[in-house]
């Protein structure tokens, strides 16, 4: 055994150890108990928020379209709504969806430095930089207890983007609750591991998204990291549901130092690199900041520069600074 495995193997033991204050098969209870201490979060919204993080799977499958039972689904809330028993915002048709789960964008350094907080945080509202009426909270309770996850929307696909294990459950009664429930899918990571996870990702062309949903305490719960054909909310950004604020950064090209090469064009989740007139511009209403251009320009020719125009940056230190 090598240095670096002895190091990973004293790190994953002492991270079972820190863990061993869990009780056993209590996330539910846990959960239960943040849940009666959110304001406005009614019985119906924990049930939504355990069904969701109690069977991800099946919960995910049937919103991208991909299990038998979507079709059902669909129709049962189309007679619902014929009945007047259920509104139309209840059955989430576009728009509507992406007031209570959806995702910030964040280049890779700002998300490895959110995966590094070693202190609870509080900050309830975060209107300015989460730009959604409901779900805007950043609370980290315990933000050193991380579990990765097996990825809901690339597990739903028949041929999936690997690796499967890139989403990142950050604090509790999330992360306990993963583990709890999901053992063969989830296991605890620490806060390195979560940043070379982020690393990796991000070398292979996918999006960091900190994402936030109603059900889930109306907070902060998750980093996933997106790849475009796989990723729910990518497809619903892409089909008119705005599911993802931007990160609050656009790219710009140096034309200067532009060679044409096309890297970036091809490169691009988000399709926002365009080539004009004069070489390769930036679509700014389609860019949303996540800085893989950047970092596949050989030419140094891309930068990300604040846009305050398309939202504020989720920057974590600014954050530790409110409290």
């Given at each position: 055994?090598?240095?670096?495995?002895?190091?990973?193997?004293?790190?994953?033991?002492?991270?079972?150890?820190?863990?061993?204050?869990?009780?056993?098969?209590?996330?539910?209870?846990?959960?239960?108990?943040?849940?009666?201490?959110?304001?406005g979060?009614?019985?119906?919204?924990?049930?939504?928020?355990?069904?969701?993080?109690?069977?991800?799977?099946?919960?995910?499958?049937?919103?991208?379209?991909?299990?038998?039972?979507?079709?059902?689904?669909?129709?049962?809330?189309?007679?619902?709504?014929?009945?007047?028993?259920?509104?139309?915002?209840?059955?989430?048709?576009?728009?509507?969806v992406?007031?209570?789960?959806?995702?910030?964008?964040?280049?890779?350094?700002?998300?490895?430095?959110?995966?590094?907080?070693?202190?609870?945080?509080?900050?309830?509202?975060?209107?300015?930089?989460?730009?959604?009426?409901?779900?805007?909270?950043?609370?980290?309770?315990?933000?050193?207890?991380?579990?990765?996850?097996?990825?809901?929307?690339?597990?739903?696909?028949?041929?999936?983007?690997?690796?499967?294990?890139?989403?990142?459950?950050?604090?509790e009664?999330?992360?306990?609750?993963?583990?709890?429930?999901?053992?063969?899918?989830?296991?605890?990571?620490?806060?390195?591991e979560?940043?070379?996870?982020?690393?990796?990702?991000?070398?292979?062309?996918?999006?960091?998204?900190?994402?936030?949903?109603?059900?889930?305490?109306?907070?902060?719960?998750?980093?996933?990291?997106?790849?475009?054909?796989?990723?729910?909310?990518?497809?619903?950004?892409?089909?008119?549901?705005?599911m993802?604020?931007?990160?609050?950064?656009?790219?710009?090209?140096?034309?200067?130092?532009?060679?044409?090469?096309?890297?970036?064009?091809?490169?691009?989740?988000?399709h926002?690199?365009?080539?004009?007139?004069?070489?390769?511009?930036?679509?700014?209403?389609?860019?949303?900041?996540?800085?893989?251009?950047?970092?596949?320009?050989?030419?140094?020719?891309?930068?990300?520069?604040?846009?305050?125009?398309?939202?504020?940056?989720?920057?974590?230190e600014?954050?530790?600074?409110?409290?």
């Open positions: 055994m090598n240095r670096d495995q002895m190091k990973d193997q004293g790190l994953r033991a002492s991270l079972s150890g820190a863990r061993s204050d869990l009780p056993k098969r209590g996330s539910t209870w846990r959960f239960q108990k943040e849940a009666r201490n959110t304001p979060y009614s019985f119906c919204d924990f049930l939504h928020g355990y069904f969701y993080a109690r069977w991800p799977y099946l919960y995910i499958s049937i919103g991208l379209g991909e299990h038998p039972l979507a079709k059902a689904y669909r129709g049962l809330v189309s007679r619902l709504q014929r009945l007047g028993l259920m509104r139309p915002t209840d059955g989430r048709p576009k728009g509507s992406a007031d209570s789960y959806h995702g910030k964008v964040m280049p890779t350094e700002a998300a490895r430095r959110l995966v590094m907080v070693k202190e609870n945080l509080n900050v309830p509202d975060l209107e300015q930089i989460i730009p959604y009426p409901k779900a805007r909270s950043l609370i980290l309770e315990n933000p050193d207890h991380i579990a990765v996850l097996d990825c809901p929307c690339r597990s739903a696909r028949e041929e999936p983007c690997l690796p499967l294990d890139v989403c990142l459950i950050i604090g009664p999330f992360a306990g609750f993963v583990i709890e429930h999901h053992p063969e899918k989830a296991r605890w990571i620490s806060a390195e979560a940043s070379k996870i982020l690393t990796a990702e991000h070398d292979r062309g996918h999006v960091h998204h900190a994402f936030f949903k109603d059900a889930m305490l109306n907070r902060f719960y998750a980093i996933c990291n997106c790849c475009e054909c796989c990723c729910g909310a990518m497809q619903a950004q892409r089909t008119g549901s705005p993802l604020a931007s990160s609050g950064y656009v790219a710009s090209v140096n034309t200067e130092l532009c060679i044409d090469c096309g890297d970036c064009e091809s490169q691009c989740p988000f926002a690199v365009v080539m004009g007139d004069c070489g390769y511009q930036i679509d700014r209403s389609a860019c949303m900041g996540c800085g893989i251009c950047v970092d596949v320009c050989s030419q140094e020719a891309l930068q990300l520069i604040l846009a305050p125009d398309r939202g504020i940056p989720l920057v974590i600014a954050l530790l600074n409110r409290q």
